[in-house]
């Protein structure tokens, strides 16, 4: 018995189609041809008719349109042509009137009228329609009217991202703080991607843009590049924000977009956050330094591994575009993660919350307008100098195309001429950076310092390391730190941006850590002078490229330096802050130390107890000892080299091999410029002990290691004898 199969007609709707597809896939269709009222129906396009049609052919089912010649045998050819040229009309046409309408759509927005919902900030205001006819049936078009209180919550929302560079988390957690002040668009909590689309909105500039994204699929979209956006010839409502302040918003949310803006990560794979991710780069070839943690292998076979955070930068040797960049780049430039970060927390403690930052601040600035403009002047200098050398370059890729084979089979000279002209286009576009610079030099003022914005900084003291990460996090994240990594002098220049907006936020961050800081200094008087012993020759102890070296008076408006381990101050002798001090920590003293030094650090820091060596004190004491501070016998400014000759005042070797801290106090007298001058001065009797710097070996697979062979921190303190 043969079974009869009706037959379906399709009218219109995906739906119907997708559930007939559907039937058409089962093992027994319940029908044995489709039929639809024309062949336009079949498909939005060309391609998906014809996919519909095979797609059913397949399963042995014919597709008639009511309009052709229906044979069950098969169709023939002329009904393929006129089936083919009414489906390519039928696309002619629907791309016609998408073509038309986004036009119209384009032209409604030059002339400033919204589409869609109003943007949070304003509100819709109907305007009858321009066309009279139109009008008449009582319809409307939309211009954008600013809502009184939402608005001005638009303009903190964009001053907090430009001026204070706040990720979008920080900025929601700010107005879900204070809703009352900042009412949420649905009445209830602000969410992360509501504060993202307010700050890529330009309509707030006042102009209506229109085709900001485009559809690639009819359930996907993508972002349109900004070049191609259609913007009102003029503004068609009150603007929020100024354009400048838009597009500053745009770059840093392009800065935004491979760092987190906060210190913890949303990424549930994530295994290290990175404090200071985005912040450092490499000053060969400025590109960011990436964080990675890595492992060592164990300096003792039953000791632990020894896990370290470091940055390293990106540029690959490997890479022809990046080697022929930078030649000269060494293979690996890395830094580590704490050493960077004790430096940045000694930078603004002196720097930044220090009660002496305004004339460390003044000593870095030029102290005249001919300073000022001598500097600018040099550096212009400077930059016309790589010009003229891009010339030179770009003279000697013209010549090596023309002096090559004209010939189309010569493949040599085609990838030669090829190389050439990416490298043209490489100077080319190291040419326009270079030129921007100059145009900026001659457009800026010669002072631009505002020098009085730091004395609106509030004034901390204490122990900066003591604070949770994320606060030294939000700190960096206030101050926009920048860190520029130089390998070869291992050296790192640290630059901190204040705005008026940066003392709020910092008030608002040391409140969160719990501190209650000094008020803000904010008077017009002149900063007071620095202490006489801070105008003395600064020895260049310390310095010798061991690990990280950072010149405290090095970099621009604020800047920091030092040593990866050991420091070098001045002054009267005190107690060292090593964050040691703490009530019941005991330091070790040679017997022969001075008496007024033991009774000024006695008196600096009472809780602290010291423990003479005499009689010598077990290891086991030496070892759970906070600290030693001893004298020295002469030091060397020239290789930063302190000797000991273990007289009266710096005792046996062993109290300055194994406690953690070696504190030397320096006397003026006792810094001899080079290698020989100071064994001049020395007893060679006696046996002498060389310290250049604290405790670091690399000894074992070239692994950095330290305390190994004596203290890891070694702090170097020059006294005046008066």
Not at 58 to 76: C, H, T, V, W
Not at 78 to 90: D, E
Not at 161 to 189: C, Q
Not at 584 to 595: E, H, K, S, T
Request: glycine content about 6%; some cysteine; overall charge neutral.
């Amino acid at each position: 018995m043969t079974r009869t199969r009706p037959y379906v007609v399709i009218l219109s709707g995906r739906g119907q189609m997708a559930d007939m597809l559907a039937e058409a896939n089962a093992p027994e269709p319940p029908f044995a041809a489709v039929v639809c009222e024309d062949i336009e129906r079949s498909g939005r396009d060309t391609f998906n008719a014809l996919k519909l049609e095979r797609e059913l052919s397949d399963k042995g089912i014919p597709l008639f349109a009511a309009d052709e010649p229906a044979d069950i045998q098969g169709i023939n050819p002329t009904t393929v042509l006129v089936r083919r040229i009414k489906q390519g009309v039928a696309e002619y046409f629907r791309l016609q009137i998408k073509k038309k309408a986004w036009e119209g759509m384009r032209q409604h927005a030059i002339a400033g009228w919204n589409t869609g919902p109003a943007a949070y900030g304003y509100t819709a205001e109907r305007i009858p329609h321009p066309a009279p006819m139109k009008a008449a049936q009582g319809r409307t078009k939309t211009r954008l009217a600013l809502d009184p209180v939402r608005g001005p919550v638009v303009a903190v929302i964009y001053t907090w991202r430009v001026e204070e560079h706040l990720g979008i988390p920080t900025i929601t957690a700010r107005l879900n703080a204070g809703k009352s002040l900042y009412p949420p668009p649905d009445g209830l909590h602000w969410a992360e991607p509501t504060v993202g689309r307010i700050l890529a909105n330009p309509k707030y500039t006042g102009y209506m843009v229109f085709g900001r994204r485009r559809k690639i699929s009819r359930t996907q979209d993508r972002a349109t590049p900004p070049d191609q956006w259609t913007w009102s010839e003029e503004q068609s409502h009150p603007a929020i924000i100024t354009r400048a302040m838009f597009d500053a918003a745009q770059a840093i949310a392009e800065a935004h977009r491979t760092a987190g803006d906060t210190t913890g990560s949303t990424q549930p794979r994530t295994r290290h956050n990175y404090m200071l991710r985005s912040r450092i780069r490499c000053n060969l070839c400025q590109r960011r330094m990436c964080g990675t943690t890595r492992s060592s292998s164990r300096y003792y076979a039953s000791g632990p591994d020894v896990w370290h955070t470091y940055y390293q930068c990106t540029h690959d040797p490997a890479n022809p575009r990046h080697a022929a960049l930078r030649p000269d780049h060494p293979r690996t430039v890395s830094v580590r993660e704490d050493v960077l970060i004790g430096e940045i927390l000694q930078f603004l403690t002196l720097r930044v919350f220090g009660p002496e930052r305004r004339a460390l601040l003044a000593a870095q600035l030029p102290a005249s307008e001919a300073d000022a403009a001598a500097q600018r002047a040099a550096h212009r200098a400077h930059l016309t100098t790589e010009l003229a050398r891009i010339d030179i370059a770009q003279r000697n890729q013209i010549l090596q195309i023309d002096s090559l084979s004209p010939d189309p089979a010569d493949t040599a000279a085609k990838a030669m001429r090829a190389r050439c002209y990416e490298r043209f286009s490489e100077l080319h576009t190291e040419r326009q950076g270079i030129e921007a610079q100059i145009a900026d030099i001659d457009s800026t003022p010669a002072r631009d310092d505002h020098a009085e914005l730091l004395d609106a900084i509030p004034l901390l003291a204490g122990n900066l390391s003591q604070l949770p990460e994320r606060i030294q996090a939000a700190l960096y994240q206030a101050f926009d730190l920048e860190l520029l990594y130089r390998k070869d002098m291992h050296q790192v220049t640290i630059w901190a941006t204040i705005t008026d907006s940066t003392p709020h936020a910092v008030a608002a961050i040391i409140a969160d850590a719990g501190h209650d800081p000094a008020p803000a200094t904010t008077s017009t008087t002149p900063p007071p002078p620095m202490p006489a012993h801070a105008s003395l020759p600064v020895y260049p102890l310390a310095y010798r490229p061991i690990g990280l070296r950072i010149f405290r008076d090095h970099g621009t408006s604020v800047a920091s330096g030092a040593d990866e381990g050991a420091e070098v101050a001045e002054g009267a002798v005190g107690v060292a802050g090593t964050g040691d001090g703490a009530p019941g920590a005991q330091f070790v003293v040679p017997p022969g130390l001075p008496a007024d030094w033991l009774a000024r650090c006695a008196e600096d820091c009472p809780g602290a107890a010291l423990v003479v060596d005499d009689p010598p004190l077990a290891i086991a004491d030496l070892n759970a000892a906070a600290g030693v501070v001893t004298g020295c016998a002469v030091a060397i400014a020239e290789t930063g080299t302190i000797v000991l000759d273990h007289g009266p005042g710096q005792g046996r070797r062993a109290i300055t091999l194994v406690p953690d801290f070696h504190l030397v106090v320096v006397t003026r007298e006792q810094v001899a410029a080079d290698l020989p001058g100071a064994f001049a001065r020395l007893d060679p009797a006696r046996p002498h002990t060389l310290i250049s710097g604290p405790s670091a070996t690399s000894d074992i697979e070239l692994v950095r290691v330290e305390g190994v062979h004596g203290p890891r921190t070694l702090h170097v303190l020059i006294a005046d004898p008066g």
